[in-house]
């Protein structure tokens, strides 16, 4: 199966590598406005194919995703330091205008999976300059991942069992659904009490600020994220790919909410196949609410 990446700066080629590492595809293209950039970037990942799975790996123009199943969008500018996902808006939607028509003409069967940010917004946009395709965007699959990592490291477990979802924007408005959380089946407070563990509500405060601040820590430290979000793209193109039905926090439309969000989505063969809604304490409820009103406030500018 076939997967193409558009954007091959470091979110891209770090998708594109994760992809290759993981064996998720048979075959992978890169396709950048920088041709030089993307041969390069695929000529060094085609090197890790013999001692990992073997993907074939290339590059070329827009003709080159043809027949791929999955279209990884991760062309734009970087959020850099000091500078939130939504100040991104008006540059990376002015690139999705040239770049989104493309795509969908020489690839109009493929999942588009969008990982440029402000990533929600984007998938609306990208939603509707391919009319009729599947979209979805990489939500907060990264942000739960964060959520679940932190959560691991105080109960002192393997971080897979650990559940916990980020729900709404991928960004400051961002919902920990603490309601959803646990560890191992028993809710992170009946586990802590369990192992004889601390926890307190400043441990958990802790977890909630390193969740919401892990991006622009990094950005501080080393001017861009590209692991996590790597993986994570490669995680959501599997569930496309193997049409495994996976419960992924994906973005995408949310008629309920007015515009492209992140809940437990079921991801398949098509894309998104189905939308779950966790009952949530009143105080998640409202603030979920309240950052789909912070996404609209801010999408407006793209429909005029």
């Known amino acids: 199966m ?6 091959a700066g470091l979110v891209g080629a770090t998708a594109a590598y994760a992809l290759t590492l993981r064996g998720s595809c048979s ?18 990942i085609a090197h890790a194919a013999p001692v990992s799975h073997g993907t074939r790996v290339s590059s070329g123009g827009y003709a080159a995703l043809a027949d791929a199943r999955v279209v990884v ?10 500078e939130s ?20 003409h020489h690839a109009p069967q493929a999942v588009l999976l969008i990982a440029t940010n402000p990533v929600d917004l984007l998938t609306d946009l990208a939603g509707r300059l391919a009319p009729g395709q599947s979209v979805l965007g990489s939500g907060t699959v990264l942000d739960s991942a964060r959520f679940r990592h932190m959560i691991a490291q105080r109960a002192n477990v393997d971080p897979r069992h650990v559940h916990g979802y980020v729900l709404g924007e991928h960004g400051d ?7 959803t959380a646990a560890v191992a089946g028993l ?21 909630d600020t390193g969740t919401r601040d892990a991006a622009a820590t990094i950005i501080q430290g080393k001017r861009a994220t590209y692991y996590g979000i790597g993986a994570a793209l490669a995680r959501i193109a599997e569930a496309v790919l193997g049409d495994r039905r996976s ?3 994906v973005s995408a439309p949310t008629p309920e909410y007015g515009v492209s969000l992140s809940l437990p989505r079921i991801v398949g063969a098509g894309g998104v196949e189905g939308t779950l809604l966790p009952t949530l304490t009143p105080q998640e409820a409202a603030a979920l609410q309240e950052s789909a009103d912070v996404l609209q406030k801010r999408g407006e500018r793209l429909k005029a």
């Not at 969008?73 to 000091?82: E, L």
């Not at 961002?174 to 309601?179: F, G, I, K, T």
């Not at 009946?190 to 601390?198: C, H, P, Q, S, Y």
């Open 2 to 7: 076939k997967v193409a990446v558009v954007g």
């Open 27 to 44: 075959d992978l293209v890169l396709v950048d406005r920088d041709e030089a950039r993307a041969q390069a970037e695929a000529q060094d």
């Open 73 to 82: 969008v991760a062309a734009g500018a970087n959020q850099q330091p000091g």
């Open 85 to 104: 996902r939504l100040d991104l808006l008006d540059k990376n939607a002015a690139i999705f205008r040239a770049v989104i028509p493309q795509i969908a």
């Open 173 to 179: 408005s961002e919902v920990l659904a603490w309601s």
């Open 187 to 207: 809710p992170v407070a009946d586990f802590m009490a369990a192992r004889g563990l601390e926890w307190t509500p400043e441990l958990r405060g802790e977890i």
């Open 247 to 249: 419960v992924l926090t």
